[in-house]
Nanobody, 120 residues
């Protein structure tokens, strides 16, 4: 199983960026998919999640700015990030739960990260 994240880069404050994560090796059509991030010197933190029924949940610090979406047919999950702030600078990781597990459970599968840098 592989989760391949892409779309990171260097942007300015206020800009937008879209991250994508492509899963391979199994279908996640019945699994929750999530994004986490880890800023330099900080612990990894939850950003957003989407269930297989398309229920979404967000960390408070991204509500209204980030949108998570999925294409189950393509086995992908995206994170649209708008109004980026310097404090959004981090390595962003996509992750997936095992199928049919609860949204709140910790992921079982992790991808490599993609770096997002937001300059002021």
């Amino acid at each position: 199983v592989q989760l391949q994240a892409s779309g990171g880069g260097l942007v300015q404050a206020g800009d937008s960026l879209r991250l994508s994560c492509a899963a391979s090796g199994r279908s996640f059509i019945n699994a929750a998919m999530k994004w986490f991030r880890q800023a330099p010197g900080k612990e990894r933190e939850f950003v957003a999640a989407i269930s297989w029924t398309a229920t979404t949940t967000y960390a408070d610090f991204v509500k209204g700015r980030f949108t998570i979406s999925r294409d189950s047919a393509k086995n992908t999950v995206d994170l649209q990030m708008n109004s980026l702030k310097p404090e959004d600078t981090a390595v962003y990781y996509c992750a997936a739960n095992r199928p049919f597990s609860a949204l709140r459970e910790n992921p079982d599968y992790w991808g490599q990260g993609t770096l997002v840098t937001v300059s002021s």
